[in-house]
């Protein structure tokens, strides 16, 4: 797969901190990022980075992509559970076109796809902040410097789950080819997650397995 790059405006002053912590290389450069609502006037520092090359995962669908300009604006109602920070996948995934599994890391190669540790936030937003016009950083992104200070874990509110007779192994699907959408919906579009499919449910379970011949064997998914 391609190399994703993602080009962002940022403090000078951190650039090496946070390239250091995300282990990113930097490559100065013009930056490409034009007007975003809430950036302080003046961040005319860019700093942009390779994200991994990832296997799997990838997009079903690009439509509504923005690469740098405004972000993308809010519908009237915005679906799935509140989370203790608005973090928009629909600004990281979708704007920004961060892969899948730069954060789910795990989704391609263990049974639970793992939901990024702060760390992996912080590798970015040590460095930006969204500031708005006055300089303050913007309050979703000090909430979550603030968890990070703190050293307390982000309590997200988990969406999908199945019943604990059940098991799922997220490798074998991901490493089957089948795209997250294909079962989590167009993530990269939402602002805040919601449950596209009713993952819990046999049947939903059961009839892609028949349709492409996969087991049905109860003991697969019951043990
Ligand atoms: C910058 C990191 C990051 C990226 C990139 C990212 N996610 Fe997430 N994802 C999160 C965080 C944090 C949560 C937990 C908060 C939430 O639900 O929004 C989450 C939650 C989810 C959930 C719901 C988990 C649950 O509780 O059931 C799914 C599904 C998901 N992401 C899929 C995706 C898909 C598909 C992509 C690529 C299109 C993607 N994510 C890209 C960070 C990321
Ligand atoms: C690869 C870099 C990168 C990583 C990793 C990353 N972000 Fe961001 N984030 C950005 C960029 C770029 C913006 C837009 C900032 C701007 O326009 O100045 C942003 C914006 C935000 C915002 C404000 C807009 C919004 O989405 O509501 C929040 C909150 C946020 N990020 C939270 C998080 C959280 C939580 C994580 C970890 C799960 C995370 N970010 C991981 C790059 C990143
Ligand atoms: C074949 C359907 C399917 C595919 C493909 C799939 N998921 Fe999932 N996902 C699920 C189900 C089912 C659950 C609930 C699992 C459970 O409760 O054990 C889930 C749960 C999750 C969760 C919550 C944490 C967890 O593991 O329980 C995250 C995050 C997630 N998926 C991300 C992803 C990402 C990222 C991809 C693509 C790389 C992906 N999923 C591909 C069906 C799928
Ligand atoms: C969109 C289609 C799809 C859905 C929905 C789906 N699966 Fe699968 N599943 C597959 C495919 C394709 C494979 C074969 C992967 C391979 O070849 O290794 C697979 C393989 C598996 C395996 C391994 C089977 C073996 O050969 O050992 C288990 C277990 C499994 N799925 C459980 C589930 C559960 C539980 C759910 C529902 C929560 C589910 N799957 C939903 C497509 C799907
Ligand atoms: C592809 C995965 C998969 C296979 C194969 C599978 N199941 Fe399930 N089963 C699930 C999941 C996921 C649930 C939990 C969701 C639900 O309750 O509908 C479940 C739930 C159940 C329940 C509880 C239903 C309820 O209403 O509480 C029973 C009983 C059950 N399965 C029996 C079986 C039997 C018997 C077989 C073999 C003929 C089988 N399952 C094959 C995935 C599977």
């Not at 520092?45 to 604006?73: D, E, I, M």
């Not at 989590?184 to 449950?195: D, E, K, L, T």
């Amino acid at each position: 797969m391609k190399r994703s790059t993602i080009v962002i405006a940022g403090g000078a002053c951190l650039l090496v901190l946070g390239a250091a912590f995300a282990g990113v290389s930097l490559a100065g450069g013009q930056g490409t990022a034009g007007a975003r609502s809430g950036a302080a006037a003046g961040t005319d520092s860019t700093w942009s980075f390779p994200l991994p090359a990832l296997r799997g995962g990838g997009y079903s669908s690009l439509t509504g992509v923005r690469p740098g300009g405004a972000w993308p604006t809010l519908p009237r109602r915005v679906l799935g559970p509140v989370q203790p920070i608005f973090y928009r996948h629909d600004i990281h995934a979708g704007q920004y076109r961060m892969p899948c599994l730069y954060c789910h890391n795990n989704a391609g190669n263990s049974w639970t796809a793992n939901i990024p540790t702060e760390s992996t936030c912080m590798g970015c937003h040590l460095v930006t902040s969204a500031p708005d016009t006055a300089g303050n950083p913007n309050p979703e992104i000090q909430k979550l410097r603030d968890f990070y200070s703190k050293g307390e874990n982000i309590p997200w509110v988990r969406i999908n789950k199945i019943a604990e007779h059940a098991h799922f192994p997220h490798m074998r699907h991901v490493n089957a080819g089948l795209t997250c959408q294909s079962c989590h919906g167009n993530i990269q579009q939402m602002p805040r997650v919601f449950p596209a499919n009713d993952v819990n449910r046999m049947g939903w379970c059961t009839d892609c397995h028949m349709r492409r011949g996969i087991t049905r064997d109860c003991t697969a998914c019951h043990f």
